[in-house]
C-alpha cells in the first residue's frame, strides 16, 4: 500500500512539473513578444518625436537629443524587463501552487478507483478464501479421523456441497458486476409494470404471495436495459424479504414523480440505521446480522450491483427507514 502511495506521490509531482513548464514556456514566450512589442513601440514613437524636433529649427538642434533618447530607451527597457521578471516570479509561485492542486484533482479519481479495486480484490480474496478454508478444515479432519463411519463422509460431502454453492453464488454476482461495468448498456423503452411482473415471477411461489404489487392503470414507460432494470428490482425484492419481518407483506409500487419512472419496495421489520444508510451501497458491507430472518447471511453485493446498474441508467436508489416500522428502497430513472 505504501508503494502504491509513493506511486501516486511522485505522479502527483511530476504532472505538477509538467503543468508548471507548460505555463511558464507560455508565460515567458508572451513575455518577450510584450518586451519587444513595446521596446519597438518605444522606438518608433522616440523617432517620430526625433524627427518633430529636427523640424523645428536651430533651438532645438542645441540638446543633444540622440542622447537622450538612448538614455530613455534603456531605462523604459529595463524598467520593463523588471516588471517582466517580477510578474513571471509571481505567476511561477501562483502557478506552483495551481498546478500541484491540479495535478492533485486530475489523480485523484484514478487513486481512488484504484483504492476501490484494491478493496474490492483484498474483499473479495477473503470471502473466497473463507468457504475454501472451511471445506479443507473438515475434508482433512474427516480423512484424520480413522474411525469416521459413511455418514460422517456424507455430512462433511453435504457441507462442502454448500460452500461450493456459496462460491458459485459468490462467483456469479463477481461476474455481473464485471459485465455491467465493461457492457455499454442496450437501451430500449420499457414498461416498468412489465419488469416488476417479470421480477416477482422469478421468486419461488411461496415468497410471490408475500408480495402487494400496487397496480397502476397507466404504468410508467422509460429508457434502458430491461434486463438490467429487473435484476435491480429481483435485488430489492430479495433484500425486503430477507430483512423484512418473516412472512409480512412486501409492497411494490410503479409510478412517476417529479419527471421521474419510479419503483418502490416496501418492508416491515427493525429497518436500517442512519450509520449503515451511508455504507450499504458499499460493495462487501454487511448490516447488524440480526436483522435478517435468513440463515444466508450473503455477501454484501447485491445492492452494490444494484447501485452500480442504476448509475449507469443515469438513476439512484433512493433509501427511507423508520426503525422497528418499515424500509423503502425506491429506484428513480429519468
Known sequence: MQNIQNMFASATIKLTAWYLLGIMV????FSFLVYNLALGELSARLGVIGSSLEERGDIFTRF??????EHQYNQAATNLLTILVYSNLVIFGVASVGSYLWARRTLEPIEQAHEAQSRFTSDASHE????????????????RDKSATKQDFKTVLISNLEEVKRLNKLSTLLLKIAQVENQPV???EFNLQDITDRAIATLPKEQQKLINLKENKKPPKTQGNPESIKEIVIILLNNAIKYGKKNSQINVRCFRERGKHC????????GISEEDIDHIFRRFYRADTARTNSADEGYGL???LAKKIADIHHGEITVKSLPQKTTTFTLKLP
Open 186 to 188: 442496450d437501451w430500449q
Open 128 to 143: 473466497l478464501r473463507t468457504p475454501l478454508a472451511i471445506m479443507q478444515a473438515e475434508t482433512e479432519a474427516i480423512l
Open 302 to 304: 447485491g445492492l452494490s
Open 26 to 29: 507560455i508565460s515567458i514566450t
Open 263 to 270: 419503483i418502490s419496495v416496501q418492508n416491515t421489520g427493525q
Open 64 to 69: 543633444n537629443y540622440s542622447s537622450v533618447r
